[in-house]
């Protein structure tokens, strides 16, 4: 079959972005519906100091988690901030063997005049119910959704750190409780979002990283569950991240099953190319890549920029020879989690190419993360503000 032909200005208008930019209740709204359970053993203000010293993703957790049930008959109800801490699980709980599970990422930014802020939050509520569908779990009011992002970062709003590129990143995840071995949707279902003071995805920020295309494994198969956000994609990448890793490589690349030629996505972030004559292209969604939020305020912004941009079929041999000719000049990644992040060479079976250029990336990066933290105007509405 013939490739359809690249879309210009694509993904401006998906479902989902359609949907997130659905006016948001204030904060002052939606505060109260998860009631609160104080922890009664929160960290002191040194302990809580020190774990915000030097701070990593994903390593440090703050002192409760938002909580709900769903259960087939009732729907959702106790709605609570609890005390952080570990979750008593049946060993037969349904997750723990046929992984039905979704979750989201997004971040809490910490403005300079000290109030919090947080990015589209209605993309993620939004997604996490089209990655809920799915994986036949339950959807969440997304009122609901963004009530536990705001209950939970107001409780712990002191955790929100206050250094460069620092974020309070919130995950919020649902699985299926319920305890049995057959194989059918569970009737038990249960939502979490806990919270983590976290520092640069990659280490050293804006460094480069290096990619290595695997061409033996594939993240997800066309009617799979690529584009929902589920635990399983993200395990299907583990293997090929540590073969990544073993050649060098901070981070795998991944091809589409069918053809085993065009690019998809990495093991976490979406993938943009900027070619020498300014056009960015990126891989069309089709259904086996997650739809970024960041991916799509990128498309957003560059577009807006005055930038050609393109969501098209990208092969990896087009890619690497255009990065040999000089016809690609960037390529970058892009997540919730890792921001924006250039590419500084690509390496597969065959194939060892060095890109030098990133100053779109920058570009890029700097306008996000600009409006992102406060030091730039939102002409989008993109930020909420949570406390
Ligand atoms: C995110 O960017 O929020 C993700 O969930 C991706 C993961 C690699 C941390």
Not at 43 to 49: P, T, V, W
Not at 146 to 157: G, K, P
Request: with cysteine; hydrophobic share 40%.
């Amino acid at each position: 079959m013939p490739e359809p032909a690249a879309t210009v200005h694509p993904s401006l208008e998906t479902p989902l972005s359609r949907a997130a930019s659905l006016p948001v209740p204030a904060a002052t709204e939606l505060s109260g519906r998860f009631r609160l359970q104080r922890n009664p053993r929160c960290a002191s203000d040194a302990d809580r100091a020190q774990a915000l010293r030097d701070l990593h993703f994903g390593a440090v957790f703050t002192d409760h988690m938002a909580h709900a049930r769903f259960s087939r008959g009732e729907g959702w109800a106790d709605h609570e901030v609890m005390p952080y801490g570990d979750l008593a699980l049946s060993p037969a709980s349904a997750v723990l063997h046929y992984g039905q599970e979704v979750f989201e990422g997004i971040k809490a930014y910490r403005h300079e005049d000290g109030s919090v802020w947080t990015f589209r939050p209605r993309y993620n509520a939004t997604r996490l119910n089209v990655s809920a569908r799915r994986l036949a779990l339950p959807e969440l009011p997304e009122e609901d959704f963004i009530a536990s992002l705001v209950d939970l970062v107001r409780t712990d709003e002191a955790w929100v750190p206050s250094g460069r590129g620092e974020s309070l990143y919130l995950r919020p995840f649902m699985f299926a409780s319920e305890a049995f071995l057959g194989v059918h949707a569970a009737g038990v279902v249960d939502y979490y979002v806990i919270a983590s003071p976290s520092g640069a995805y990659f280490t050293h920020g804006l460094t480069p990283i290096s990619i290595w295309v695997t061409q033996d494994y594939h993240r997800a198969g066309r009617g799979g569950t690529g584009f929902a956000k589920t635990g399983g994609n993200y395990a299907s990448s583990l293997l090929p991240q540590q073969e990544a890793a073993a050649k060098g490589c901070d981070q795998v690349c991944f091809l589409d099953d069918v053809t085993q030629t065009n690019l998809e996505e990495l093991g976490g972030m979406n993938i943009m190319v900027v070619d020498a004559d300014g056009t960015v292209r990126t891989p069309r969604l089709t259904g086996t890549i997650l739809e970024g939020s960041t991916r799509s305020a990128i498309i957003r912004l560059l577009t807006d920029a005055g930038r050609r941009v393109v969501e098209d079929t990208i092969s990896l041999d087009s890619l690497v020879e255009g990065i040999r000719r000089g016809t690609v000049t960037e390529v970058f990644a892009c997540g919730t989690a890792a921001v924006v992040v250039p590419l500084g060479r690509l390496m597969g079976r065959d194939f060892d190419v060095e890109i030098t250029g990133s100053e779109v990336t920058h570009e890029i990066h700097d306008r996000l993360t600009g409006i992102q933290y406060g030091r730039l105007e939102d002409p989008y509405g993109w930020m909420y503000r949570l406390a």
